[in-house]
């Protein structure tokens, strides 16, 4: 944990993950008992709709982008097809 010059605000290392049971979880590098989880409830004691947004979106942003498979276009499709019909076998 460091300390601003000015003394009036700390910086951590945090850590968050979500939970199984939606909530995301955060931890801070070096700050021993520090471990709290917050959800989307405002209702409950551990929510805060605000904070578990920003939390939500940066972990969807993490993600790995998903592949998609390759589009074939037009022309390789309707060989396909051709190919297909014929068994494979196709006349000049």
Partial sequence: ???SVGGKSAYLQ????????G????TASGVPGFHVAVNEDGTKPNGHPTL???LDRCL???????KKAPRKDASQTALSI???VTGGKLKA
């Fill in 1 to 3: 944990m460091k300390k």
């Fill in 60 to 66: 969807k942003e993490s993600e790995p982008a998903k």
């Fill in 23 to 26: 909530s995301i979880h955060i």
């Fill in 14 to 21: 945090i850590g968050f993950w979500r939970h199984k049971d």
């Fill in 82 to 84: 051709v190919e297909q």
């Fill in 52 to 54: 578990f947004a920003r």
